[in-house]
Structures are given as structure tokens and as C-alpha cells.
């Protein structure tokens, strides 16, 4: 059997909004996704993340189920609002203690922590004074980086800044279907540059004060674009595509440019002038990882411009077999991609950040029998596996999600965990991917 090398990490991931609960607990302030669930209409099945899976209480429980499943590493986030009730000035000690517990309670069961700064928890305070529309946000994000760096970097060795700058700007700002529920090419265009500027601006905070031991890096939700026939305006539209999720934040990361093609796209329709002097340069700060967030890849065709769909292409159906979210199942779309990444910026050490999927999982007789999931992550690390003999420095493999959760706008009711939550009760039922996970892990380490 061919191995993953010794030290790759066998992560699972999670969110502080999605998992914690706790919401208005010791101290925390609100968050923009507290007040989202407030709205009508906003959430799909009408549920919330007000208690999610409690994770405030039973972190114990959590951490020692991820030790029983083999799990090496642990991606979680911590959430502004809980640190700094007002997004800046304040700090609240209660919501550093529970991090502290949680960072203390995983290294002594030697899980290494992994913690991301942002995974959408924008204090309500700050979204009340612009959000990430308002240029300011970034500097109070470097701000509450900095203090929690300062806190925590002794016993955490992996940061990301922020996790997936796309859908927190386009879902949240440009469709209106995230928090904070605003729309418009222009705001989301506007807020995915102040969430790279808030990236770069960390990112050099981070880098002044850290010590070697540390890893700063930024997850990207990235995906493949396959023309879906050999028309040249599929393959143009595939680019466009590319263009839209990949390119304009992997360019300004790592080239530290907006790309020409998408930037001659957007100047037709909305004016830029987010962009000032010396941004991008700012933006593009090295960093020591790249996290991917993979599920699905598109196969597109070329379609009219309009203001839902300024690059003016779109999916098209595929017989391809279909998680509960209705998307493609395609894993040869992650190993594309990792050669892509590793040809187009340079080898440098890539994790999958976070990779999973959502089905209809019911549990008979104490049990899950999810085979459909523990075949998807089956595929998936099997083209980790060819990506890393093709060269590509991958270091590691995130699951999401440990946890049943509350997937934003799906609510409750989509679940992706590996472990099965009873949202009444909160029983936690590891399902038997996580098992197949266990096995396939204990299977990777040789003793020597
Ligand atoms: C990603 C998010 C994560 C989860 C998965 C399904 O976009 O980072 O919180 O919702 O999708």
C-alpha cells in the first residue's frame, strides 16, 4: 500500500458559529449571523446556531472523541464577537478562557491545534458601522489578530487568517444569502478586498511577532472549471469562471495583482475604487501554507452577463453522482487543482483545509451507516495521494466536518460531520466514515 508521508496531518475542521451554540453566553457580543437567523426567511429549514451542537459545554467530550478516531490535528475558529464583544477595544477574558480551555484540552491529548481568526463571526457592532464594505474593518482585524497571536501563539503552531474571503463576500455581500445579507457586484467586490487587505495586514502583524515554530497562512475555497463541450466560448467562459473564484484571490495572495482579464470584466460594470495605492503590495505578504477548502468542480458554459452573473458563465448539469447539497462528486477536480496550484504559484505547502460532504444520514439501530460518505473521502485522499507523487507538497488532509453542524443558510438539517449529532438530545454518534477514517489513519502509521 502506498503511504501518506509520516508527518501528515489527519485533521478534522469545524466553526465556532456552526458548532459552539453558547451565543449569547459569558460575556460575547453578537455576531452578524446572530442577527441574520433572526430573519425571516433566512434560513431554509427556519433553524439557528443558537445552541448548534454545544460545543461550549462538551469541548471535553469533543476533543477526546477526536483523540478515539486517530485525528492528529484539529481546525477550529475562534469567534470575534466572543473576544472582542464590540470587534475592537474590549476584550472579554470569558470568551479567551473557553478558547484556553479548548487549546489546553487538545494538547494534552496531543492534537495539534490549527486555529482560523475568521470563519464569518464579523461582531454586529463593527457590520453596523459598514462591515467589511468599510476599509476600517481591516485594521480592527489586524488589531484582534494581533491579540489573539499574542494569547495564543505559544501553544498554537497553525493560523489562518481568513477562511474562504469568496463566500464571505460574495454569499454575504454580493447574493444576500449569508450574513450579513447585502448584495451587489460592487459590495462584493468591495468586501473581498478589504478581507485580503485584512490579510495582508495580519499577515505582517503575525509575521513581526512570530516565532519559527508558527505557520500563518489563508484558506481559499477553490474549485476546477472544465468547459462543458469544446465550443471556444465554454472554454472562454471556464477562464471567466476561474477567473471569478480562483484567480482573484489567488493573484493578489501570491503575485499581489487583481487579474487583467477579470478586472476589464468588472470595470464595465461597477467602478473599483476600493483599490488604493499600495493595497495589493500590502495583500501580498508571504505566507507559509495555503489552505484549500475543495468539495465539488464545475463544468460551465458561456451565458448572458447580468447582475447575478457579471462573468456571464454558468454550470451546466452532469450525470455526475450528487451529495445532498446537489453537488458534483468529482475528485479528480482536487488533484487538478493541487497540480494547478503547486504549476501556477510555485511548490509551496499546501493542506486540504477542509473536504467532505452532506448526506441524508439516519441513525437504525445506534448507528450510521453513511457508506456514500466513507466512499467520498475514500476518492478524495486517493487523489491527495496521486497529487503528492505528482510533486505537490501537501501536507495534509482536514475532514469537514468533525461534527454535524449548522451549515448556514441549509440550517441544521444539511449534515456533513462524520459524527452524527442528535440536535434534541446532542448525543454525538460517530458514523461509520468516521470509522473507516479511524481505520484508514491507524493504517498510515508505521511504528518504527
Ligand atoms: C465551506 C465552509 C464551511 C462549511 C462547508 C460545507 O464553504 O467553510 O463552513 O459550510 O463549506
Known amino acids: 500500500m502506498q503511504l501518506?508521508?509520516?508527518?501528515?496531518?489527519?485533521?478534522?475542521?469545524?466553526?465556532?458559529?456552526?458548532?459552539?451554540?453558547?451565543?449569547?453566553?459569558?460575556?460575547?457580543?453578537?455576531?452578524i449571523w446572530d442577527t441574520f437567523v433572526e430573519q425571516d426567511g433566512a434560513i431554509q429549514d427556519g433553524t439557528d446556531g443558537r445552541v448548534?451542537?454545544?460545543?461550549?459545554?462538551?469541548?471535553?467530550?469533543?476533543?477526546?472523541?477526536?483523540?478515539?478516531?486517530?485525528?492528529?490535528?484539529?481546525?477550529?475558529?475562534?469567534?470575534?464577537?466572543?473576544?472582542?464583544?464590540?470587534?475592537?477595544?474590549?476584550?472579554?477574558?470569558?470568551?479567551?478562557?473557553?478558547?484556553?480551555?479548548?487549546?489546553?484540552?487538545?494538547?494534552?491529548?496531543?492534537?495539534?491545534?490549527?486555529?482560523?481568526?475568521?470563519?464569518?463571526?464579523?461582531?454586529?457592532?463593527?457590520?453596523?458601522?459598514?462591515?467589511?464594505?468599510?476599509?476600517?474593518?481591516?485594521?480592527?482585524?489586524?488589531?484582534?489578530?494581533?491579540?489573539?497571536?499574542?494569547e495564543f501563539s505559544a501553544e498554537v503552531p497553525y493560523w489562518i487568517t481568513q477562511n474562504e474571503p469568496w463566500v464571505a463576500s460574495r454569499l454575504g455581500y454580493g447574493e444576500g444569502v449569508h450574513a450579513p445579507g447585502k448584495k451587489g457586484l460592487n459590495h462584493f467586490l468591495t468586501a473581498a478586498h478589504h478581507l485580503l487587505l485584512s490579510h495582508g495586514l495580519a499577515t505582517e502583524r503575525l509575521r513581526a511577532m512570530k516565532q519559527t515554530e508558527q505557520q500563518t497562512g489563508i484558506a481559499l475555497n477553490l474549485s476546477s472549471h472544465y468547459p462543458a463541450d469544446d465550443r471556444l466560448s465554454s472554454q472562454e467562459a471556464a477562464t471567466r469562471a476561474d477567473g471569478f473564484l480562483n484567480r482573484?484571490?489567488?493573484?493578489?495572495?501570491?503575485?499581489?495583482?487583481?487579474?487583467?482579464?477579470?478586472?476589464?470584466?468588472?470595470?464595465?460594470?461597477?467602478?473599483?475604487?476600493?483599490?488604493?495605492?499600495?493595497?495589493?503590495?500590502?495583500?501580498?505578504?508571504p505566507i507559509d501554507f495555503l489552505g484549500i477548502n475543495y468539495y465539488s468542480s464545475d463544468f460551465v458554459e458561456s451565458s448572458p452577463v447580468t447582475t447575478e452573473n457579471p462573468t456571464g458563465s454558468k454550470p451546466v448539469q452532469t450525470s455526475l453522482p450528487k451529495t445532498a447539497m446537489e453537488w458534483d462528486v468529482y475528485p479528480d477536480g482536487l488533484y487538478?487543482?493541487?497540480?494547478?496550484?503547486?504549476?501556477?504559484?510555485?511548490?509551496?505547502?499546501?493542506?486540504?483545509?477542509?473536504?467532505?460532504?452532506?448526506?441524508?444520514?439516519?441513525?437504525?439501530?445506534?448507528?450510521?451507516?453513511?457508506?456514500?460518505?466513507?466512499?467520498?473521502?475514500?476518492?478524495?485522499?486517493?487523489?491527495?495521494?496521486?497529487?503528492?507523487?505528482?510533486?505537490?507538497?501537501?501536507?495534509?488532509?482536514?475532514?469537514?466536518?468533525?461534527?454535524?453542524?449548522?451549515e448556514w443558510a441549509y440550517g441544521l438539517s444539511k449534515r456533513f460531520g462524520v459524527v452524527h449529532i442528535d440536535f434534541t438530545t446532542l448525543k454525538r454518534t460517530p458514523k461509520q466514515s468516521a470509522y473507516w477514517l479511524q481505520a484508514f489513519i491507524a493504517s498510515q502509521r508505521v511504528h518504527s
Open 4 to 31: 501518506f508521508p509520516q508527518s501528515f496531518h489527519w485533521g478534522a475542521a469545524t466553526s465556532s458559529y456552526q458548532i459552539e451554540g453558547a451565543a449569547f453566553a459569558d460575556g460575547k457580543g453578537k455576531c
Open 336 to 406: 487538478d487543482l493541487l497540480v494547478r496550484v503547486t504549476n501556477d504559484y510555485g511548490k509551496q505547502p499546501l493542506y486540504v483545509s477542509e473536504n467532505g460532504a452532506a448526506y441524508r444520514d439516519e441513525v437504525v439501530g445506534g448507528e450510521v451507516n453513511d457508506e456514500q460518505r466513507a466512499d467520498y473521502l475514500d476518492q478524495h485522499l486517493q487523489s491527495c495521494l496521486r497529487a503528492i507523487q505528482s510533486g505537490v507538497d501537501l501536507r495534509g488532509y482536514y475532514v469537514w466536518s468533525f461534527l454535524d453542524n449548522f
Open 248 to 285: 482573484w484571490f489567488l493573484d493578489p495572495v501570491y503575485k499581489g495583482t487583481y487579474p487583467k482579464d477579470m478586472l476589464t470584466i468588472y470595470e464595465k460594470q461597477t467602478d473599483l475604487s476600493f483599490l488604493q495605492q499600495g493595497d495589493l503590495e500590502q495583500i501580498q505578504q
Open 52 to 150: 448548534a451542537c454545544d460545543h461550549y459545554t462538551y469541548y471535553r467530550d469533543d476533543v477526546k472523541l477526536l483523540k478515539e478516531l486517530n485525528f492528529s490535528h484539529y481546525r477550529f475558529s475562534v469567534n470575534w464577537a466572543r473576544i472582542m464583544p464590540d470587534g475592537k477595544d474590549r476584550v472579554n477574558e470569558a470568551g479567551l478562557d473557553f478558547y484556553k480551555r479548548l487549546i489546553n484540552t487538545l494538547n494534552e491529548q496531543h492534537i495539534t491545534p490549527m486555529l482560523t481568526l475568521y470563519h464569518w463571526e464579523l461582531p454586529q457592532q463593527l457590520e453596523d458601522e459598514g462591515g467589511w464594505l468599510n476599509r476600517d474593518t481591516a485594521y480592527y482585524f489586524a488589531e484582534y489578530a494581533e491579540r489573539v497571536f499574542r
